[in-house]
């Protein structure tokens, strides 16, 4: 009701997550966009720009090797398939950078629209035993998928604190 408890809570929490070296991001749900997982894609855009360009900046002045960004982005092309990058590209299109470069395409340009039903290329051996899920399946992948993705994020970095706002 506009008291200012969203400030409140970035101002206490943020700064001293910052002060102990965690990483604080915030997402506000937004709902005009009509999508449950607005508030939380906002705030994984944010902790994917603090990744790929804040974070960038501070540790070109600490130290040398590989940028986090990165080694994250190496992480997940190794460790996850390309149907729940491909989902995960669907559901947080703010972490595309950080998501890596398509390896192969896995939806065609209608069936993204339709509800993203993978169809199979022979250039990748993983695509061949994709199957298409069902809406509750599908939405478990997806849910373990970015639980997947918070995991290797974390990894890297001291702290995070995702402050999701006006749920």
């Not at 998928?145 to 999701?164: D, E, H, Q």
Request: with cysteine.
């Amino acid at each position: 009701c506009g008291t200012g408890k969203s400030a409140l809570i970035q101002k206490g929490l943020g700064n001293d997550a910052s002060k102990i070296g965690c990483t604080f991001t915030s997402g506000k749900f937004d709902a005009k966009l009509r999508s449950p997982l607005s508030a939380f894609s906002d705030a994984m855009t944010n902790l994917a720009r603090y990744i790929t360009v804040e974070h960038e900046k501070k540790r070109k002045s600490l130290s040398g090797g590989l940028p986090i960004a990165t080694l994250i982005r190496d992480q997940i092309q190794n460790e996850f398939d390309d149907y729940d990058v491909e989902q995960l590209r669907r559901v947080l299109p703010g972490c595309a950078e950080l998501l890596g470069a398509r390896r192969s395409s896995l939806f065609g340009p209608s069936s993204e629209a339709e509800g993203a039903v993978p169809h199979r290329s022979a250039s990748s051996s993983k695509l061949d035993s994709l199957k298409r899920h069902s809406g509750k399946e599908s939405i478990s992948r997806v849910h373990y998928a970015i639980r997947r993705l918070l995991k290797v994020i974390c990894s890297y970095l001291k702290g995070v604190v995702l402050f999701i706002d006006d749920l």
